[in-house]
């Protein structure tokens, strides 16, 4: 699930790591060079953060840091509150979910699942599709098979 080897082209970078008493595996031939152990917190570090000023970057970095959090926890937050704890949420969104969820076949986890597996599906699509399409058939994919869903009756309009 987490990868444990780093790759890297660059030789300041390596040289970096190197100096925190990392193993550097360089392979003849090739530009790539592995680096063990990778941290899970090196995925949030770019390069544009160190090319940026300080502040900046830090700042850039907690948003990514903020955007992580969320992307893990709001998916199964909205689920349990909707599920099992409604008396969370207030009156008149409680009402209009619960008329969406009259109107649609599948229990709101089930809804959730499938938004994510799609979401999955058009983030794969956007990057093996060719440079000047990726954008469009991310943004366009998302909209046409988002109104689609609506539409068939298979998630309920959330507004």
Same mark, same amino acid.
């Given at each position: 699930?987490?990868?444990c080897v780093g790759?890297?082209?660059?030789?300041?970078?390596?040289c970096?790591k190197?100096?925190e008493g990392?193993?550097a595996?360089i392979?003849d031939g090739t530009p790539?060079?592995l680096?063990?152990?990778?941290?899970f917190?090196?995925?949030f570090q770019?390069f544009?953060?160190y090319?940026?000023?300080?502040?900046y970057?830090?700042?850039?970095?907690?948003?990514k840091?903020?955007?992580?959090f969320?992307?893990?926890?709001?998916? /199964?937050f909205?689920?349990s509150?909707?599920?099992? $704890?409604p008396?969370?949420i207030l009156e008149p #969104?409680?009402i209009?979910? &619960?008329?969406?969820?009259t109107?649609?076949?599948?229990?709101?986890?089930?809804?959730?699942l499938?938004i994510?597996?799609i979401?999955?599906?058009?983030?794969e699509a /956007?990057?093996r599709?060719?440079?000047?399409l990726? $954008?469009?058939?991310?943004i366009?994919?998302? #909209?046409v098979?988002?109104? &689609?869903?609506?539409n068939?009756?298979l998630v309920g309009?959330r507004?």
């Amino acid at each position: 699930m987490f990868s444990c080897v780093g790759l890297s082209e660059r030789p300041d970078t390596i040289c970096g790591k190197i100096s925190e008493g990392r193993v550097a595996v360089i392979i003849d031939g090739t530009p790539n060079v592995l680096v063990v152990p990778h941290l899970f917190i090196e995925n949030f570090q770019s390069f544009d953060d160190y090319a940026n000023r300080p502040y900046y970057a830090t700042f850039t970095r907690l948003i990514k840091y903020l955007a992580f959090f969320l992307a893990i926890f709001l998916p /199964g937050f909205y689920v349990s509150v909707t599920t099992f $704890h409604p008396e969370l949420i207030l009156e008149p #969104l409680l009402i209009k979910i &619960a008329q969406s969820e009259t109107t649609t076949p599948f229990p709101i986890m089930l809804e959730a699942l499938v938004i994510h597996i799609i979401y999955e599906i058009m983030r794969e699509a /956007g990057l093996r599709a060719p440079k000047s399409l990726s $954008h469009a058939v991310s943004i366009v994919g998302a #909209l046409v098979i988002g109104e &689609a869903a609506v539409n068939s009756g298979l998630v309920g309009p959330r507004r």
